[in-house]
């Protein structure tokens, strides 16, 4: 049987004793959600199978459906030998959207709540060897206002910018293998003026831990750290210097041995920093070229059908002349990153915020605790060069957001790390925030132009939103959502259907006149310190990508990278502080 998203699914931190649960697991829909009273974790009926790790209103989940599921069910049977039960048996969900329940030949594992951070839970005192059989709850209620889900529709039908709902598991489950005595975690803080790394190492158990470091095959540096208390700092000098830049991932390899425990990681030379109104990369000025990819795909919603569909979206930015994306209203998942990470392929890291009451103050713990895992899981991707938890914080039910809630998830990400920029919330309405981002749908580009030159009420730009957020002269800023030209391929009839920003262009040459006009008027802009046009590719009913839903480019995609890819004002090295 061929096994769905084989691929080791986080690969910042692989051993090699692992086993992939993707694959047929039995299903049941609980519409009652009184699937707890009558303990179907014991004795319930699974009558339909689905395809795991795709979420069940997928074409490849097998299931296709569409309308609300209050609550899903999944079994499978877990093998096990004797031998492998003298380790830590440890049991992965890269994701489970949204609250999840885990049990293992009817006791309960324990539980989660979150639909977009990894989870697991230490399964030896449920198991024995032979067979076993793991039983899996999901509720998920996006019109609840006590969960974040992005993009999903909370309409039956997908509309305007909100799509095909995701239920249950969305990614990759897995075991892995373990000694008593192992590697739990590590973090990576590159020194290039030091020509070093430190690497903070967390373990369980007394013991040292042997580290190597090599680039292409050639060793680089070694180090050894004793831990007494499970956590320590190793600091290793580099042989050779190799920075991690705009399309060029130049990766180190490391190899950590603890004992028996060995596990294998990577991580890359570069800093980043905010130096007046520029953005800058290993020092060097670089403008954000970005554009806006969701993360849909149309055979399986939330999860990419395969790991090249994940490289293959990086391709296409990069075929267009990105130097980057936002990765908006989802946080996705390490494959992605990791793929971004080899391309040199600059992203945000961001989250699902919408459907989320920013009015309530239980908001705090319906988000906080999923976001900071999401910070611990990404934190050594080199691609990642600002944090942005929130995106346009629109009043939930005519109820304004409590703005105590933006501060303190800001203050918590850059106390989580430090060396990265943090947006509180992308576009509306800022609270705290490392570089101040607006969005701007103008389709004219005298328009944009206007918006941006000229006096303004606060000395740089027009602000939509300055009743309710307020500009410090002199902070870095950027469009962060433009453009989003309507430009269906559909036919006539259904094209109307199609949603989208402004009239859509007579023809190819139309479109291009427009998309210059706007992009040459935020890359000549002497304090701009990046776009990201809205978007790469259609999604359903959105229909303003530079490709299909499919991935098809609508135009070539030559002359957008020629556009996108003219110098920008603000890359001079002298520049306004």
């Not at 098809?552 to 995609?557: G, I």
Request: charged share 20%; proline share 6%; net charge negative.
């Amino acid at each position: 049987m061929t096994i769905p998203r084989p691929e080791f699914p986080q690969p910042q931190f692989q051993r090699s004793q692992w086993r992939n649960l993707n694959g047929w697991w039995q299903f049941a829909f609980d519409f009652g959600n009184s699937g707890l009273d009558r303990e179907f974790y014991r004795t319930g009926e699974f009558p339909e199978q689905i395809q795991v790790p795709f979420c069940p209103e997928s074409e490849l989940s097998g299931l296709n459906f569409h309308d609300f599921m209050p609550a899903v069910w999944y079994q499978q049977t877990l093998e096990f030998t004797a031998a492998e039960l003298q380790q830590v048996v440890r049991l992965h969900f890269g994701a489970v959207d949204y609250e999840c329940r885990v049990f293992i030949n009817g006791q309960e594992v324990g539980q989660h709540r979150g639909g977009y951070a990894p989870f697991y839970f230490d399964i030896n005192d449920y198991v024995q060897a032979g067979t076993n059989r793991l039983t899996v709850y999901a509720a998920d209620d996006p019109r609840s206002g006590r969960q974040p889900v992005g993009k999903q529709s909370r309409f039956y039908y997908s509309r305007g910018c909100d799509y095909t709902r995701t239920t249950g598991i969305w990614q990759t489950v897995w075991l892995e293998f373990m000694p008593q005595q192992h590697l739990q975690a590590v973090q990576f803080y590159p020194n290039i003026a030091g020509q070093q790394v430190a690497l903070k190492i967390q373990a369980v158990g007394q013991g040292t831990v042997q580290a190597e470091i090599s680039y292409q095959g050639r060793l680089c540096g070694t180090g050894e750290l004793t831990l007494l208390n499970g956590t320590g700092i190793l600091t290793i000098p580099l042989a050779e210097l190799h920075l991690w830049e705009v399309g060029h991932g130049r990766l180190y390899d490391v190899s950590l041995t603890y004992g028996v425990d060995q596990v294998q990681s990577y991580f890359g030379m570069r800093e980043v920093s905010l130096t007046g109104y520029q953005f800058r990369l290993n020092k060097r000025p670089v403008f954000q070229r970005f554009v806006l990819d969701q993360g849909f795909y149309p055979q399986g919603i939330y999860t990419a059908p395969t790991d090249a569909d994940l490289k293959r979206d990086i391709a296409l930015g990069q075929a267009a002349g990105f130097n980057g994306a936002r990765l908006h209203e989802k946080a996705f998942e390490p494959r992605y990153l990791y793929h971004c990470d080899q391309a040199g392929y600059l992203v945000w890291g961001e989250m699902a915020n919408w459907g989320l009451d920013f009015s309530d103050a239980r908001a705090t713990t319906d988000f906080l605790p999923e976001w900071q895992t999401i910070l611990a899981r990404d934190f050594n991707h080199p691609a990642i060069v600002t944090w942005c938890p929130f995106n346009e914080t629109w009043d939930y039910q005519a109820r304004p957001q409590r703005p105590e809630l933006l501060k303190l998830l800001y203050q918590v990400t850059k106390s989580i790390d430090p060396t990265r920029p943090c947006i509180d919330t992308s576009g509306n309405y800022h609270v705290i925030t490392d570089i101040y981002d607006v969005h701007d749908y103008a389709q004219d580009p005298a328009v944009l132009k206007a918006h941006f030159s000229g006096p303004q009420t606060n000395g740089e730009f027009w602000d939509e939103h300055d009743a309710r957020q307020h500009y410090q002269l002199g902070q870095p800023f950027c469009v962060s959502e433009f453009g989003g030209i309507k430009w269906p391929e559909a036919k006539p009839a259904a094209a109307k259907k199609a949603w989208g920003y402004g009239d859509t262009p007579q023809d190819v040459p139309a479109f291009i006149a427009r998309y210059r006009g706007l992009v040459e008027v935020l890359l000549q802009h002497p304090k701009m310190l990046g776009f990201c046009y809205t978007q790469l590719y259609d999604v359903e009913q959105e229909q303003n990508g530079l490709c299909t839903y499919e991935r098809q480019p609508k135009l070539d995609l030559a002359i957008i990278k020629a556009i996108n890819q003219q110098a920008a004002a603000i890359e001079q090295e002298s520049m306004p502080q």
